[in-house]
C-alpha cells in the first residue's frame, strides 16, 4: 500500500522560496512587473494544484518547475505582444539583403532542434539549465536559488549540452 504524501504547508514555501522564485523568474523574465505577476500566479496555481502533488520531488522543485512554466506563457505573450505591434514597413527597412538564405534556413533548424530539446527536458533540468544560461546566474547562484548542491548544477547544465552537441552535430 503506497505510503500518503504530507499535505503542503503553502504558507511556508511561501515564506522559504517567494525571494528565491522572484530572482529566478526576474532573471527569466527581464522584467520586475512581470516576474511578480508570475510569482503571484505560481503560488495561486500551487494552491489550486496542491493536492495533486505526488511528493516524487521536493516541494521547492515543484514549485519551480510551475513557476518556469508560467514565465514560459509570460514570454510568449510578450513576444506575440510585441509582433503585433511591429509594422511591416519597419521590419523592411532593416532587412538584411546580405543574408544567405541556405544559412537563415539552416540556422531555424538548428534553433529549432535546440528548443525541441529543451522543451523536453523535465522541469527541474531545464529550470537549472535556464538559471544558468538565460538567467546568467553563476553555478553558485543558481544552486542557492534552486536550493540544490552545485555539483547538481554542473552536472544538469553539462547534461543538457552534451545533449545539444549530438543533436545539433
Not at 64 to 78: E, M, S, T, Y
Amino acid at each position: 500500500m503506497p505510503s500518503a504524501v504530507a499535505p503542503l504547508d503553502l504558507d511556508q514555501l511561501y515564506r522559504k522560496h517567494h525571494q528565491h522564485l522572484l530572482r529566478f523568474v526576474q532573471r527569466y523574465l527581464r522584467n520586475a512587473e512581470d516576474a511578480a505577476d508570475v510569482v503571484q500566479n505560481t503560488f495561486v496555481e500551487a494552491a489550486r494544484c496542491a493536492d495533486r502533488f505526488s511528493g516524487l520531488s521536493k516541494p521547492s522543485t515543484w514549485l519551480f518547475g510551475i513557476a518556469l512554466n508560467l514565465a514560459r506563457n509570460q514570454v510568449r505573450r510578450n513576444c506575440a505582444d510585441m509582433y503585433e505591434c511591429v509594422d511591416e514597413t519597419f521590419l523592411e527597412q532593416i532587412a538584411d539583403t546580405e543574408a544567405d538564405p541556405a544559412k537563415l534556413v539552416e540556422l531555424r533548424q538548428i534553433a529549432g532542434k535546440v528548443q525541441a530539446l529543451l522543451d523536453q527536458l523535465p522541469a527541474p533540468i531545464r529550470a537549472t539549465f535556464d538559471a544558468v544560461l538565460d538567467g546568467e546566474s553563476t553555478y553558485e547562484q543558481a544552486a542557492e536559488q534552486l536550493c540544490i548542491p552545485i555539483g547538481t548544477v554542473r552536472s544538469r547544465v553539462s547534461r543538457v549540452r552534451t545533449a545539444m552537441r549530438l543533436e545539433c552535430a
